[in-house]
């Protein structure tokens, strides 16, 4: 028998394990940060009383994303994924949410289709080693006071405002952002964040390709020699020109897909989504 309940702090080993069996760069700092974002928005699937499949809500006002649908692989093919989806839906409908994202993989997209999502655009996760090789960009990086120039940008490009979810990143690790400014007009930002695999570049965003360049310069420097991960949008032609130059591979697609109202965001100033989770 399926049963759903709410997650808890409890049950992030749970996450951990599933998303260490799904290959997932997450860190538990990732599932805590969704807890403390959506308490009431997290849930467990249990089957015959085992914990067996998770999944995350997090609500931006009218927008919302689901993330984290992960069923442990002897529990697939049952339904679990189906149920949780659904449950989260309804929780969200509840919530006055108008629209309801999710970055899919090509495992999850059939399950969300029959579920109402219909597929918006592609994003592809590109993986290499950061070079050192010097930026020609002459662009002064700037680091913000508290974000919220940054988060009010992020606004206009990805139509969703997502203040309380970059402002948490930010204040978990300040020294892991910064902006381009034209004059006192914030243009561009950029952060990092660690994973298991790999340092995930992104959320970052930009007006003018120049500033974007920038930023993912900036983002490599400090992972210099590391592993890293970007999710960039296959419609933002400037930022998949700018990986290959730096010889990053295509590792997986991402189909982001919505039920609902669709969202006026401008992909093309996009540079790399915040991975999967929250667009
Ligand atoms: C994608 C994933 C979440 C699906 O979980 P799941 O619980 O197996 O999903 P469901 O059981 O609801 O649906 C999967 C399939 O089982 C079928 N199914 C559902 N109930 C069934 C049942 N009682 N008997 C037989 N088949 C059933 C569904 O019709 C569906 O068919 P499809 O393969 O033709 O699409 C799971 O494969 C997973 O965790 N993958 C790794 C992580 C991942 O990619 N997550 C998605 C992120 S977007």
């Given amino acids: 028998m399926i049963q759903l309940r709410r ?31 959506e308490p009431d928005g997290c849930f467990v699937a249990e089957l015959d009383g085992k ?14 994303w689901i993330a984290m649908v992960l069923v442990d692989k002897p529990a697939r093919h049952q339904g679990i994924a189906t149920r949780l989806v659904e449950h989260a839906v309804q929780f969200l409908e509840g919530r006055a949410v108008q629209t309801v994202r999710l970055d899919a993989t090509p495992l999850g997209r059939p399950v969300y289709e029959r579920l109402g999502f219909v597929a918006e655009c592609d994003l592809v996760r590109l993986q290499g080693t950061a070079s050192t090789s010097r930026s020609d960009q002459t662009i002064a990086l700037n680091v913000p006071d508290d974000f919220s120039a940054a988060a009010e940008l992020d606004r206009q490009i990805t139509g969703t405002d997502r203040h309380r979810l970059l402002k948490a990143m930010f204040r978990e ?14 243009i561009g930002y950029a952060m990092l964040r660690a994973g298991s695999q790999a340092t995930q570049v992104g959320p970052a965003a930009a007006l003018t390709t120049d500033a974007g360049c920038a930023l993912m310069d900036w983002a490599f420097q400090q992972c210099d020699g590391q592993s890293v991960f970007v999710d960039v949008p296959c419609d933002n032609q400037p930022a998949i020109d700018w990986a290959n130059g730096k010889g990053l591979e295509t590792q997986r697609p991402f189909t982001r897909m919505y039920r609902g109202r669709p969202v006026q965001d401008q992909v093309v100033h996009l540079w790399a989504s915040s991975g999967p989770e929250k667009g």
């Fill in 51 to 64: 914990p067996v499949a998770t999944t995350t809500t997090c609500v931006f006002g009218s927008v919302a």
């Fill in 173 to 186: 690790q300040p020294d892991a952002a910064r902006a381009v400014l034209d004059g006192s007009r914030t």
């Fill in 7 to 37: 997650m808890t702090i409890d049950d992030v080993s749970l996450g951990m394990r599933l998303k260490e069996q799904a290959g997932w760069n997450q860190i538990e700092a990732d599932w805590r940060r969704f807890l403390a974002l």
